[in-house]
Structures are given as structure tokens and as C-alpha cells.
């Protein structure tokens, strides 16, 4: 059974940083995509970044890019985001999730799901 399971979630002023940590499993494909999601209020969930194992590369949405960090933990099974320099429009719930191909593609093509955790930025 496919579980993903986001923590690391919290409420922060504008500048603040936060690590957000995944931790899946309950699989045995030999390459995958995990990525990375928000879903603000009112609009639809996006995509934030995503390692692809088939060749280990990091692909982000422009409006991160320099203050978002995907990793991937010692555990293979463990995935961190590490934000920099919160705007409020960074406020949303983050998710994480897995596909059983390696193309990091959008939000409609991923198989599983965490519950998400709550990041909210606001004086």
C-alpha cells in the first residue's frame, strides 16, 4: 500500500524559512517521480518540484526557483523541502506525491497522495 506522509508545516512571518519532510513507501517500482505540490485558497494545486530517480534531476516552477530546495534525505524514502524567504503567496496547503513513472509531469498524472501540511506566511 502506497503511503506519503507531509510534516513540517506551520504558520511564519514573510522571510521566515521552513523544512517540509516527506516520508513515503509501500512500493517496489524501480524509478518514480515524486513531487512536490500547493493548493492555495480558491485556486487550483500546482506544481512546486519534483526529483525524477530515472536520472536525479530537481525541476521547479519558476516562482521558487532560488528559495526552494528538493532532497532527498539519507533514507531514500524521504523527501525535504527546505523554503527560503516565505512570501504570503507561498501560504497554501503543500502536498507531496508519487507517480510509478519517472517524468516529472503535472498535478492530474500523479497516482498518490499525502493528507498535506498547512504553510501559511503572514505578519
Known amino acids: 500500500q502506497v503511503q506519503l506522509v507531509e510534516s513540517g508545516g506551520g504558520s511564519v512571518q514573510p522571510g521566515g524559512s521552513l523544512r517540509l519532510s516527506c516520508v513515503f513507501g509501500?512500493?517496489?517500482?524501480?524509478?518514480?517521480?515524486i513531487g512536490w505540490f500547493r493548493q492555495a485558497p480558491g485556486k487550483e494545486r500546482e506544481g512546486v518540484s519534483c526529483i525524477s530517480t530515472s536520472d536525479g534531476r530537481t525541476s521547479y516552477t519558476d516562482s521558487v526557483k532560488g528559495r526552494f530546495t528538493m532532497s532527498r534525505a539519507d533514507s531514500k524514502n524521504t523527501v525535504l523541502l527546505q523554503i527560503h524567504s516565505l512570501k504570503p503567496e507561498d501560504t497554501a496547503v503543500y502536498y507531496c506525491?508519487?507517480?510509478?513513472?519517472?517524468?516529472?509531469?503535472?498535478?492530474?498524472?500523479?497516482?498518490?497522495w499525502g493528507q498535506g501540511t498547512q504553510v501559511t506566511v503572514s505578519s
Open positions: 509501500g512500493f517496489t517500482w524501480d524509478h518514480y517521480a
Open positions: 506525491a508519487l507517480r510509478s513513472l519517472p517524468q516529472c509531469l503535472g498535478p492530474n498524472d500523479y497516482d498518490y
